[in-house]
């Protein structure tokens, strides 16, 4: 293995090293790009895998098959990157931040050569990694973890080359539902292993109940209050079974849906400010703090809860993509902020719509909030329309002040993205009697005479009055 010397720099123009060739790395670097010119601003970009800039949420529906070719992913290519003067080191990884001497250790994936890369200014946007279980097996053939696009070809790759049609999906949250309703697509019996009270833990366990009955609808097999405790191997060693304590499930795949962390092992290794979720601290404008030249973006940061005042990590291509607009639009002599978030997410397996925003109960509990909250069912247009469908909504709103906490909804079509009225609602801080006014659009084909959010604040101002005292 080979170690180059620091690599020099031309002293007229300052050099910008970021880590991560997907959405928060290529933004900063497309956004530093447009506001400064490569006289004036070099730019090196390393990525270990085979692609940049794609959309790793739309994985799931590539594998499904509602996304017939991965490329359709991808936004912007290695050479398209090349072409604007970004220097990008493709199947680079980077294996050593050093803080003091301001340069990267990089090893060539091929080659195995390695060599330092000295920065004026360093953007991190290393992503997540996904949880996989200590597990004897957990590596054999036939186990998948679906986080990148590599990952995504290499399950298709299996899928392809099974005979069988058994799958067991590990972990019942977004990915997990993502991938159990692309596998019924693709013609599997599927199982899904949980070891949550209900699949969906971002949501209160009465909703996720819902998700529950929906996805037994629908053929999946959905075993909650369940710990794999063992991954079963056949004698060619691939995958043949997943075990809890009280049962056993055939497999002939397995893709693991658990979650993922924020990868900060570099950033740790250096000294890096983390919180308590492992993910890196910024300030607003995405610099690490204490760190006058780091910015850090994307899955591997944490950010402010806007609604609790809490640091959270949220990994979502939607934040990634504005970290990274912020990061570069300072790095390059311009001025932006990324003020927080109010956990917004919306999902769906097969024709089940969910969404939630803001905070469950047990956010509120742990934020020391008192609150009340109130479910209630509506229909996603006039009940007299055609094809209206049922929607259940469940609002939080503090108590006294009536500020509005947090929603969830669970439906068919037409249900999730209204989240985005509570959304809305929340970065404003508004109260859910201040909800009961907005001036909704309204038509029989697309929703009764009173939206079913704004139905549920007008039984949470309600709830609220009742209770003031």
Same mark, same amino acid.
């Given at each position: 293995?080979?170690?180059? $010397? ?20 290529? /933004? ?47 936004? $912007? ?27 990267? $250790?990089?090893?060539?994936?091929? /080659? ?23 597990? @004897? ?119 693991? #849906?658990?979650?993922?962390? @924020? ?9 890096? @400010? ?49 970290? #990274? ?60 329309? @055609? ?12 108590? $006294? ?69």
């Amino acid at each position: 293995m080979s170690m180059s $010397r620091t690599d020099g720099k031309d002293g007229a123009r300052e050099r910008l090293v970021v880590i991560g060739g997907d959405a928060a790395g290529m /933004s900063a670097a497309s956004q530093a790009r447009r506001l400064r010119g490569p006289d004036e601003l070099e730019i090196v970009a390393f990525e270990r895998g085979h692609f940049t800039s794609y959309s790793a949420c739309g994985i799931p529906y590539w594998v499904g098959g509602d996304v017939p070719e991965r490329d359709r992913l991808i936004a $912007r290519t290695p050479e398209e990157h090349r072409e604007r003067a970004i220097g990008l080191r493709m199947r680079t990884e980077v294996t050593e931040i050093d803080v003091a001497g301001a340069r990267v $250790r990089s090893r060539d994936l091929a /080659s195995g050569a390695e060599e330092w890369t000295s920065y004026d200014k360093l953007v991190i946007a290393t992503g997540a990694r996904p949880i996989r279980p200590d597990l @004897p097996g957990a590596d054999a053939p036939g186990v998948h973890g679906v986080q990148t696009l590599d990952d995504g070809q290499a399950l298709l790759d299996t899928l392809a080359a099974t005979e069988g049609r058994r799958a067991v999906v590990v972990g019942a949250g977004y990915i997990g539902v993502e991938m159990a309703e692309a596998l019924i697509n693709r013609g599997y019996e599927v199982t899904v292993v949980n070891r949550g009270e209900e699949p969906m833990s971002t949501l209160d366990p009465d909703m996720g109940r819902l998700v529950h009955t929906a996805m037994e609808a629908m053929g999946i097999t959905m075993v909650d209050d369940a710990e794999v405790t063992k991954i079963r191997t056949g004698e060619d060693g691939r995958v043949r079974a997943i075990a809890t304590e009280d049962a056993e499930y055939p497999a002939d795949v397995v893709v693991l #849906g658990i979650g993922v962390r @924020p990868e900060t092992t570099l950033a740790k290794a250096a000294g890096l @400010p983390l919180g308590e979720h492992g993910g890196l601290l910024t300030d607003l404008a995405m610099r690490v703090r204490g760190h006058g030249n780091i910015w850090a973006g994307g899955d591997c940061v944490e950010v402010l809860d806007l609604v609790s005042g809490r640091e959270r990590h949220i990994a979502l291509g939607t934040h990634a993509n504005k970290h #990274g607009q912020v990061i570069g639009s300072n790095v390059g002599g311009g001025y932006a902020t990324f003020p927080g978030v109010v956990g917004t997410a919306v999902s769906k397996v097969c024709d089940l719509e969910i969404a939630r925003t803001g905070l469950r109960e047990k956010d509120a509990h742990r934020a020391g909030l008192q609150f009340e909250a109130v479910t209630i069912e509506s229909t996603s247009r006039a009940g007299y329309y @055609p094809n209206a469908t049922l929607m259940t909504v469940k609002m939080l709103a503090e108590r $006294r002040t009536g500020r509005l906490l947090g929603v969830q909804i669970v439906g068919r079509e037409g249900a999730a993205k209204r989240v985005d009225i509570a959304a809305v609602a929340l970065t404003a801080g508004m109260t859910v009697e201040q909800m009961t006014a907005l001036d909704l659009g309204y038509a029989p084909p697309f929703s009764p005479v009173w939206d079913p959010v704004l139905v549920a604040a007008r039984k949470a101002v309600a709830a609220v009055r009742k209770n003031a005292g």
